[in-house]
Structures are given as structure tokens and as C-alpha cells.
Antibody, heavy 120, light 108 residues
Framework: QVQLVESGGGVVQPGGSLRLACVGSGFRFNSYAMHWVRQAPGKGLEWVASIWFDGSKKYFGESVKGRFTIFRDNSKNALFLQMNSLRREDAAVYYC?????????????WGQGTPVTVSS | SSVLTQSPSVSVAPGQTARIACGGDKIGGKSIQWYQQKPGQAPILVVYDDSERPSGIPERFSGSKSGNTATLTINWVEAGDEGDYYCQVWDTWSDYPGVFGGGTKLTV
């Protein structure tokens, strides 16, 4: 069955960096767009970034553009989110999601998330 | 860029019908998705392309759209439907295309 497992979350100081990873299984990873979505404590969902199946196109949310980057290694069925210049407001649970079969921009399947805390 | 507006909360009795609305400029020209998030769990997709249901989602869940308002309807609401519901669009013409509504908490 489809599985997405995120890792790499943790505690980081303001201004620091962190790299999140998401490994997919149970589907042909290199055929699907992938997404990152975050949820701050007690808040709603916020789209962070998306990447096409082959990595050729990338999209970022306004609050993270220029600080975060998204990339993938299809040979390892892995998606990454490199987060630099972290701010307190970046603290959240970060979910990776797989694009939907009929439309790449739909988040058809989600992982369980990895928490990121930004604190000194 | 698009802004999607949802009421913060909806409350219904078991067996009744819940209607959760999502409004926004130009929503009529975009595909709307709905996600359900139960407490402590990851979101799941319950409706896509305005009114389509992914496999495994009960027929009690349906979506519709009229003008600039999309609606998620849950018939014969059960206690297990309690949670947060988010609408979402992909605004192709925006610099920041991925947009979620603020979410609606459904209390049963």
C-alpha cells in the first residue's frame, strides 16, 4: 500500500537550517508530483512547496520563498525540503503529500508528518 | 493570489446533514479539493475536482459549487466525521498557487 514516511524534524535555533526527508513506497515514486504542507500548533494547513514528478518545476509559498528549497531523488524514492534561515513562525508539523493520479496539484495521499520546533 | 474563506465551525446532530462552505474570488473557474483532518491525524482527501470522491470515501460525502462558493455536504453525519475540513485550490495564475482555506471545525 502507499506509504509516505517523513523524517528530519527536530529542534533548531532561529536562523538555523534543517533538511526534511520523505520516503515513498507502494507506488511508482518517479511518476508523481510531491508536496510539502505544514501546520503550526493549533492552526490550519499551509501549503509550503511542490515539485513535479521529474523535478523540472518547483513552486513555493510566499512565506518560505527564498529560504526553503524542494528537491527529490527518484533513485531513492525520496523527497526533501531544505529549510534555511528558519524563523519561529516556521515551527509546525511538516507533511509530505503525493500528487493525485488525475491531477498533479491535488494532494492525494499524506504522510504522518514530522515536527519542527524553532527555539533558542 | 486566491483567498479561500471558511466559517470557523459547524455543529450538527448525528444523522443530520452538515454543509461546509468555502468562498473565494474566481473560485468558479478552479478545481476545488476538500480534506478531512481528524484530531491527531494527517489530512485525507475526501473530494476532488469539485465533486469527485476518491476510492474508499463514503457516498455520504459530496461536493458542489455554485458561483464563487463551493460546498462540502456530509449526509447522515456520524460521530466519526468530527474534525477539521479544509478546502483547497491550485491557482495556476498566481505566484503562490497552492491555497488552503482556513478550515472549518465540524462538531457532531
Amino acid at each position: 500500500q502507499v506509504q509516505l514516511v517523513e523524517s528530519g524534524g527536530g529542534v533548531v535555533q532561529p536562523g538555523g537550517s534543517l533538511r526534511l526527508a520523505c520516503v515513498g513506497s507502494g507506488f511508482r515514486f518517479n511518476s508523481y508530483a510531491m508536496h510539502w504542507v505544514r501546520q503550526a500548533p493549533g492552526k490550519g494547513l499551509e501549503w509550503v512547496a511542490s515539485i513535479w514528478f521529474d523535478g523540472s518545476k518547483k513552486y513555493f509559498g510566499e512565506s518560505v520563498k527564498g529560504r526553503f528549497t524542494i528537491f527529490r531523488d527518484n533513485s531513492k524514492n525520496a523527497l526533501f525540503l531544505q529549510m534555511n534561515s528558519l524563523r519561529r513562525e516556521d515551527a509546525a508539523v511538516y507533511y509530505c503529500a503525493r500528487g493525485f493520479s488525475s491531477a498533479w496539484y491535488i494532494m492525494g495521499f499524506w504522510g504522518q508528518g514530522t515536527p519542527v520546533t524553532v527555539s533558542s | 493570489s486566491s483567498v479561500l474563506t471558511q466559517s470557523p465551525s459547524v455543529s450538527v446532530a448525528p444523522g443530520q446533514t452538515a454543509r461546509i462552505a468555502c468562498g473565494g474570488d474566481k473560485i468558479g473557474g478552479k478545481s476545488i479539493q476538500w480534506y478531512q483532518q481528524k484530531p491527531g491525524q494527517a489530512p485525507i482527501l475526501v473530494v476532488y475536482d469539485d465533486s469527485e470522491r476518491p476510492s474508499g470515501i463514503p457516498e455520504r460525502f459530496s461536493g458542489s459549487k455554485s458561483g464563487n462558493t463551493a460546498t462540502l455536504t456530509i449526509n447522515w453525519v456520524e460521530a466519526g466525521d468530527e474534525g477539521d475540513y479544509y478546502c483547497q485550490v491550485w491557482d495556476t495564475w498566481s505566484d503562490y498557487p497552492g491555497v488552503f482555506g482556513g478550515g472549518t471545525k465540524l462538531t457532531v
